[in-house]
């Protein structure tokens, strides 16, 4: 599997960005597919995730209700809609699946920029 992530940028507090991660070589329609980030000087840290038919999406505590993560099976490809942005989510943020039974991310992005200034 071949994850494309895209959508990042440059943008000021409070705007909003989407995020892209479409998958090819095959359907990740059956897979977790889960958004982490690494902030400059820090550890990579989990952002959310959503399952194969998008009913159980989980998020982590500083991004739960200005970011939503949705799926396109039909496209292969998973969003990531990011809402009122602060400095604090200036990261390299990555898309990476893995199968529903595991708990192991096997398959990971390159990665897309997202800064916010202040």
């Known amino acids: 599997v071949q994850l494309q992530a895209s959508g990042g940028g440059l943008v000021q507090a409070g705007d909003s960005l989407r995020l892209s991660c479409a998958a090819s070589g095959r359907t990740v329609n059956s897979y977790v597919v889960g958004w982490f980030r690494r902030a400059p000087g820090k550890e990579r840290e989990f952002v959310t995730s959503i399952n194969w038919n998008g009913g159980t999406r989980l998020y982590a505590d500083s991004v739960r209700g200005r970011f939503t993560i949705s799926r396109d099976n039909a496209k292969n490809t998973v969003y990531l809609q990011m809402n009122s942005l602060k400095p604090e989510d200036t990261a390299v943020y990555y898309c990476?699946?893995?199968?529903?039974?595991?708990?192991?991310?096997?398959?990971w992005g390159q990665g897309t920029e997202v800064t916010v200034s202040s």
């Open positions: 990476a699946v893995r199968p529903e039974y595991s708990r192991s991310y096997n398959f």
